[in-house]
């Protein structure tokens, strides 16, 4: 088997990511693809969606590698009649493979969350929001210090800015006036870990839900706790993805085997664009 084969960048994944950290929920791994392939050309994305599957198609990757699973949820047909079912017959007809690292990368030290805390500004040291229990370096989410104190209002901006653009901006629960030094992230929905958070001034996370973020945003001006940041699901995983190439291209050059990456700029977030409401 060749050194550059799909078996070897699949080790170099899982060195960095490995599956065993995955929620018991999760699906990660290779989803298709023959193992003895030789990789030359990988693409990085957040979603396993058709317009990923095209530019990796165009630009002639051998493996696409996404944070979000295919089948979360399993599935007894992989027929060309569903949409999922298509991507698979299209990818396997272009000799184009699949892998995938979720919630292993989440945890992951560094990982996912990593990447957006630098997304916005943390420069100094981060611990996990939630270790993990087998080892503390790792976990959820990712808590740091600003590297010196500004507004919530000048922070949501800068936050804004680090982020790539999506139809729509980050939401902000909180006084913009406040001043905020330590901050919280978590890449990915993580309204489960508000709790976690309380220690923090400003937590920045995704798909925060109405009654939990209200509740929390009213505790908050009530004892001072955190105030809340809601981005984009898809913006607050993608800065991972510079991350993961890096770590895999330049562990694979270690070990002799030179791969060419590429980081899919394609929005896939799933909120398209916003009404604008005529007077």
Same mark, same amino acid.
């Given at each position: 088997?060749?050194?550059? #084969?799909?078996?070897?960048?699949?080790a /170099?994944l /899982?060195?960095?990511?490995?599956?065993?950290?995955a929620?018991?929920?999760?699906?990660?791994g290779?989803?298709?693809?023959d @193992?003895a392939?030789?990789? $030359?050309?990988?693409?990085?994305?957040?979603?396993?969606?058709?317009?990923?599957?095209? /530019?990796?198609?165009?630009w002639?990757?051998?493996?696409?590698?996404?944070?979000? @699973?295919?089948?979360?949820?399993g599935?007894?047909?992989v027929?060309?009649?569903?949409?999922?079912?298509?991507l698979?017959? $299209?990818?396997?007809r272009?000799?184009?493979a699949?892998?995938?690292?979720?919630?292993?990368?989440?945890?992951?030290?560094?990982?996912?969350?990593?990447?957006?805390?630098?997304?916005?500004?943390?420069?100094?040291?981060l611990?996990p929001?939630?270790?993990?229990?087998?080892?503390?370096?790792?976990?959820?989410?990712r808590?740091?210090?600003?590297?010196?104190?500004m507004t919530?209002?000048?922070?949501?901006?800068? &936050?804004?800015?680090?982020?790539p $653009?999506?139809?729509?901006? @980050?939401?902000?629960?909180?006084d @913009?006036?406040?001043?905020?030094?330590t901050? #919280?992230?978590?890449?990915?929905?993580?309204d489960?870990?508000?709790?976690?958070? $309380?220690?923090?001034?400003?937590?920045?996370?995704?798909?925060?839900r109405?009654?939990?973020?209200s509740?929390?945003a009213?505790?908050?001006?009530?004892?001072?706790?955190? &105030?809340?940041?809601?981005?984009?699901?898809?913006a607050t995983?993608?800065?991972?993805?510079?991350?993961a190439?890096?770590?895999?291209?330049s562990?694979l050059?270690?070990?002799?085997?030179?791969?060419?990456?590429r980081?899919?700029?394609?929005?896939?977030?799933?909120?398209?664009?916003?009404?604008?409401?005529? /007077?």
């Amino acid at each position: 088997m060749s050194p550059s #084969a799909l078996s070897a960048v699949v080790a /170099e994944l /899982e060195s960095l990511y490995d599956p065993a950290w995955a929620e018991s929920w999760d699906a990660v791994g290779l989803v298709c693809g023959d @193992p003895a392939h030789p990789v $030359r050309k990988i693409l990085f994305a957040v979603d396993p969606v058709a317009a990923v599957a095209q /530019e990796a198609i165009d630009w002639g990757a051998d493996l696409i590698v996404t944070h979000h @699973p295919l089948y979360l949820r399993g599935t007894t047909s992989v027929a060309a009649t569903t949409p999922k079912g298509a991507l698979i017959h $299209r990818l396997i007809r272009h000799d184009v493979a699949l892998y995938t690292a979720h919630t292993n990368a989440d945890v992951a030290a560094p990982g996912v969350s990593d990447a957006l805390a630098r997304a916005v500004g943390l420069t100094g040291e981060l611990r996990p929001l939630r270790p993990a229990p087998d080892d503390p370096r790792r976990g959820l989410g990712r808590v740091g210090a600003l590297p010196a104190p500004m507004t919530l209002g000048a922070f949501a901006a800068q &936050a804004a800015r680090g982020l790539p $653009r999506t139809a729509w901006e @980050p939401r902000v629960a909180g006084d @913009p006036a406040r001043v905020v030094h330590t901050v #919280a992230v978590s890449g990915g929905a993580g309204d489960s870990l508000l709790g976690d958070a $309380r220690g923090a001034d400003v937590f920045l996370t995704a798909d925060l839900r109405h009654h939990p973020a209200s509740e929390f945003a009213e505790a908050g001006a009530f004892c001072g706790g955190p &105030a809340l940041i809601d981005a984009a699901h898809w913006a607050t995983e993608w800065p991972w993805l510079a991350d993961a190439a890096r770590l895999v291209s330049s562990g694979l050059a270690a070990r002799g085997i030179n791969v060419e990456t590429r980081v899919s700029a394609t929005v896939t977030d799933a909120w398209t664009t916003t009404a604008q409401c005529e /007077e």
